[in-house]
């Protein structure tokens, strides 16, 4: 950039607000353009495209056991299996007192293999 461009962007950093604004007015009134119909599409459009990436890419989801399904031992064991911090206590209530949430924060591998395992032992499980 040319070294005149420079010290006018550096002006233009020190001026006050109200002197800005001044400047923006008389820029548009001289060529004969809206500051604001130039920068408003232009806010809007990549606005727009980042919502629907977001909502796609869910890195953790909540793993919520619906049903035990009739073999409660086989349920534990697996149970115990996702989760390796489980006591057979806590497996044990888990299972007997469904919907229980078994993973609040899981990654997605993770979560797919708790659904996986849990779902080869008869259970029911919902991802949120």
Not at 31 to 52: K, L, N
Request: aromatic share 2%; glycine share 2%; no cysteine.
């Amino acid at each position: 950039m040319a070294k005149n461009l420079d010290k006018l962007i550096e002006e233009i950093a020190n001026m006050s607000v109200l002197d800005a604004s001044e400047l923006a007015d008389a820029l548009e009134e001289k060529f004969g353009v809206s500051a604001a119909m130039s920068v408003a599409p232009a806010a809007a459009a990549p606005a727009a495209t980042e919502a629907p990436a977001q909502q796609e890419e869910k890195a953790e989801y909540k793993v919520t056991l619906e049903e035990a399904g009739p073999e409660k031992i086989k349920m534990i064991k697996a149970l115990r299996q996702v989760v390796t911090d489980l006591n057979l206590t806590d497996a044990k209530k888990l299972v007997e007192n469904t919907p229980s949430v078994i993973a609040e924060s899981a990654p997605k591998d993770d979560a797919k293999k708790m659904k996986e395992v849990l779902e080869a032992a008869g259970a029911k499980v919902k991802f949120a």
